[in-house]
Each structure stands twice: as C-alpha cells, then as structure tokens.
C-alpha cells in the first residue's frame, strides 16, 4: 500500500487545492494542529478508560495500555457509560474549531463553513481485528450534501500498525457504491476488490489530519500492535451555503441533549453557533442501510 502524498503546499493556492481535492478524494495535512491541544485531550479521554478500567493497572497513562480483561464492546453498557462522559468534554468539541482547519476547509470550499456539532471520537482497542471500520462511504451515514468532509486525527502518533487509515484514491467520483452489513464502525462495508482504485494511507504523527469527501471510500486499518489503544476523532465540515440533516446537529449516538452536554462550560461561543446560520434541512434517508445485503 502506498503513501498518501502531503497537500500542506497547496493552502497557499487554493485553485490548486481543489485540483487536488477533486482528483484524490482525500488530503493530507502533516502538522496542523498544535501537539499541545491533542495531548491534553488525550490525556482527558485516557483519564476516562484510567477510570473506567480500560488501561492496564501500573502503566503509565498516555502511553494508553489496554486492560485485556476489561476490553468492552462497542455499544455495550460500558462503552455508552464512557462515551457519554466523552461527549462532555469541552475541549473534544472545541478541538472541531481549530483555526488552522477551519481555514483550509474555507480554502477548500471558497466560502463560509459549517463545522458539524455532531463530533465522533473513536476508541480502538489493540488486536480487536474482527470490529475494524470496515471499507465505507460516509455520505450514507451523513447525507445532506456529497460536499461534507470529515477530518479524521489520530490523538498521538498512529503509525500504520496501529489502525491507520486507508483511502481508495479517486473512488468518490463515481456516487455510492452496494453496501453489505459488516462489522465495525457503521456496520456497513463495500466490496472494493474489483474497484479500479488504488489504496494509499500515511504513518500519522501526532499533529497530522486527513480531510475527505462524504463519498470517498475508506477503511481503518487494523491496530496490530501489542496493546496499545487508537484513540481519534471524526470532524464534519461542509459549505454553509449546502442542505444539512438535522441528525448533523445532535450529539453523537448517545441520546443525549446539548443541555446535557453543555453542563460546565466555558466558552458559550461553541455553544448552538449552528443557529446563526440561515441552514437549509435535508431529510435523512434509510435507503442505504434498508438495501444493504448480508454477508458482512
């Protein structure tokens, strides 16, 4: 597999920028953010599994050392506990507006952006390869408009042992592609054998982003290191121009309210800022999952 080529030299061009975002589907940002902010939510989300008993006893708590015998299962009573407090964290949301992306993303769309509040982080436990995040779209899970982007960053290095990304080059130009149920994250999968793409990822270090479209086709590589947790995040941006589904601007999976999750912040700037926008709803359609085959 080979590697994704660095786009860090065309934010000065944005015409340049497209080209390439139109030709790949997908780009690389190495360094955009800060080592200083990812690490202090790295620490937060390793202070949850500390207390959770998801970390080994004694290790120390950055390095993110998995307790085999408390491994929960996505979705399970443990892992919605956790998840929950998770969604409260102020600087996991806070992290969606990091200047430096936002201004790409502005670069990219040539006008005003919509950072989804709907933020997703991801908590991948070593050797669990059977619920890797199998080969998807995202637009059938987000819908709205084809032109959200999801910025995916690993919290801390995340070399390619450790379930980093992989993306099929160009696949986002020829719409949506049969689904089939699978295991992992959004419990669908594409069959990709066949497809005339060519996968590419990247050995991320702490600092490096990669924004897609909603229709490129991607998968998680499994994390095959010995005991070492992934931990990541998924942040949505779109034209603020573009329809949106109200699903967009809730919190993720949980059930909970803003209300809820608001409780204790600072900083009511990224509180409802979704509201100032004249937005455009989209409705949410069940058509792929409805037609997704068995067999994953």
Known sequence: MKYLEPANSLLSDPLALRVRADRDGCLLLCQVFDTESLLALRRQILELCESFGWLAYGSSLMDGIANFGATPEELDERFMALYSELLKLEDFHALA??????????????????????????????????????????FVHIQGTPDTWTAWTPLGDCPIEQGALAFLIGSHKQGIYPTHQ??????????????????RTWDFKIGDTVIFHSHNIHKALPNLTADRIRLS????????????????????????????????????????????????LADWSGQYHQKAAPGG
């Open 182 to 199: 699978a295991y992992g994250a959004g419990g669908l999968g594409i069959e990709t054998d066949e497809l005339p793409f060519e996968w």
């Open 97 to 138: 507006h990091y200047p430096a992306l936002v201004h790409a993303f502005e670069k990219l769309f040539g006008e005003s952006v919509l950072i989804h509040p709907r933020n997703i982080a991801r908590i991948i436990f070593p050797q669990n390869v059977k619920h890797t995040t199998p080969a998807h779209q995202d």
């Open 233 to 280: 995040v998924d942040y949505r941006y779109q034209p603020v121009s573009q329809p949106v589904t109200e699903g967009s601007l809730l919190p993720h999976m949980t059930g909970q309210s803003w209300e809820d999750i608001y409780k204790g912040w600072r900083r009511t700037e990224l509180q409802y800022y979704w509201e100032a926008f004249p937005l455009k």
